[in-house]
Every structure is written in C-alpha cells, then in structure tokens.
C-alpha cells in the first residue's frame, strides 16, 4: 500500500519543521517533504503540516504575514476540498488569520512565555486526528507559546461547542478542565480546535515533541498515529 | 488633568524589521505600489497633574526614560486637557 505523503511547509522563521519532518520520518517511516512557503504547488501530499515557530517574526500580529505567504492559497484550496491541514503552534496562529479555522489568538494572560508540559482533555475523539486516541483520552503534550491565548465571540464559541469541534482543552492529569489547569487564559480552556468539515486541526501544543520515546513521553504519536491510518484505510 | 497622545517614531536610518517583514506581506498580497513601510509606536495615557507644563515635563521624563530609546527614536506629543 502506498505510504500518506506529507508536506510540511517551511516559513522564514519557522522552527519546528525539522522536528516534524523527524518524527514523520524516523519514528513513522513516512514519505515526508519540505515546502518552502513560496511554492505554489503541494506536490500531491496528502496531508499538510504548518509547523511552530516564529513566522515572519511574529510582527503585526502572529500569523498574520506568513498567511499571504504564496503557498497558503493553495493550502486554502486544499483545504475547501478536504484536504487534512494541520497546523501546530505558530501553524495553528497561521490558520485563525488566515480563517481556515474561527477565531484569534491572543497573547498569554501571564505575560510569560509558557514552556512546559501540560495535560490535554481529548474531547473529540472521533476526528481524523485523534481517532487513535482511546482509553482515557488525556495526552501529555509540551507546549511552548507567548500567544496562545485563544479567544472567539459567545456566536463561535456556541457552534464549537455545537459541533463537538473543541477537540482538546487544557486539563489537569485526571482530565478535570480547570482553571489551575489553564496555561494561557486560553477561553473555555481550548488547545486545540478542528474546522467544521474535519479535516483541519489547529493546536497550541507540540505533538513532534512528544512523539519520540527517547524524550519519555509519546502520547503526541497518537495524532499522526490517526491521520496515518485515516489515510491507509 | 491631561490625556497625552506620544508617537515614537524609529528614526529613518535605522532598519526598522517590523515593517520590512510586513511589506513582504503587502508584496504577496499583491499590493505592489507599497514602499518605505515603517511601524511606529502610538501610546496614550492620562496625565494628572494641575498645569500643562508640569505635565509636560512629566510626559518628557516617561518618554526619554521609558517609552522611547533616544538613541534610536525621536518622539512627539500633544496634550489635551480633560475634566
């Protein structure tokens, strides 16, 4: 059978793309490509990953120059027919302003930088990208973010919740959705949230850095474990 | 009491990143007449003091100290007085 190719695009100021690709390659065996931001094709990839980092410096607001970069329109166009984008991190900041995904991402409540690892709550388990996770649905992922501060107005916020697209909240290691729990100020404490179609996923944490077992945690593999056996089947 | 209103511009021989990154933006977007974009510093506050030039200098002090790098940014300011 043949193996999901993945894209994974490459921003100036980008720099999770080289974990990512890793982790597609090594741990996952994977067909896995770079793509620089200013191509225009896709290159027939099955799935595209915007990786984390610091687009374009992160100037006027994050994500919000790297989502002209020329390949988001066909990213864009990929993703109205279906395609699976996932963003993570910066990638996620890059999807809200280029509105693949609803609302903004604004700076953390703290003031802090937050790098650590955190729990996440899968809500949605029966998205493409988290079909693999089962059992007790909370992951430990690391996140590490200035602006992940999630907000959207009650309208967005009601049909996220409507349509079960809040796929993981900040949580505590028993799953409870507290505010202690809470990283960012992140409303309704979401991490992660998933397009009304399903096939676009947009997260703060790093599922590439939990994805090795030689860095002691694994639960990020379960992300790419789904999108994998979505495609094969 | 006095409402300042201080824009703190980079001075114009100093690479000013921010606007050269977002220029690159305006280029992708199309918008290829935009040249010379420069991101400057608008900051309001209120000043509580009784006459306009202790204000001022107050104004002053916060500037060159604080919101400005006298190396590198030249400021201005109005003041307005408000009830």
Request: hydrophobic share 35%; net charge neutral; glycine share 8%.
């Amino acid at each position: 059978m043949k193996s999901p190719k993945f894209g994974v695009v490459v921003f100036p100021g980008s720099n999770c793309d080289h974990d990512t690709y890793y982790v597609l390659k090594k741990i996952f065996d994977l067909d896995v490509i770079f793509l620089w931001h200013k191509q225009s094709s896709l290159e027939n990839c099955d799935v595209i990953i915007l990786p984390g980092g610091f687009s374009y410096g992160d100037y006027l607001r994050t994500g919000a120059i790297a989502r002209f970069s020329p390949i988001m329109n066909e990213v864009t166009r990929f993703a109205n027919k279906g395609g699976y984008v996932l963003g993570i991190c910066n990638g996620f900041q890059i999807l809200l302003e280029a509105g693949l995904l609803p609302g903004i991402m604004i700076r953390n409540e703290s003031l802090n930088f937050v790098c650590k690892d955190i729990y996440l709550k899968t809500e949605n388990n029966e998205t493409v990208f988290t079909q693999a996770i089962n059992g007790q649905n909370i992951l430990k992922v690391p996140i590490a973010h200035g602006e992940g501060n999630y907000f959207a107005d009650e309208n967005t916020l009601k049909e996220l919740e409507e349509n079960k697209q809040i796929v993981f909240r900040y949580s505590e290691r028993d799953g409870s959705v507290t505010n202690a729990a809470n990283p960012n100020g992140s409303i309704k404490n979401i991490a992660g949230i998933i397009n009304k179609s399903g096939n676009v996923l947009g997260m703060m944490p790093h599922p590439e850095r939990s994805s090795d077992s030689v860095l002691g945690k694994t639960d990020g593999s379960l992300i790419f474990k789904s999108l994998v056996n979505n495609i094969l089947n | 009491m006095f409402k300042a209103k201080v824009l703190i511009k980079r001075r114009k021989t100093i690479l000013d990143p921010q606007g050269k990154a977002v220029e690159i933006g305006a280029k992708h977007l199309g918008l290829i007449n935009i040249k010379n974009t420069r991101i400057d510093k608008y900051i309001e506050f209120n000043v509580d003091t009784k006459s306009k030039k202790a204000a001022e200098d107050e104004v002053n002090d916060y500037c060159k100290k604080l919101l400005a790098n006298p190396i590198m940014e030249d400021y201005e300011f109005t003041l307005e007085e408000v009830k």
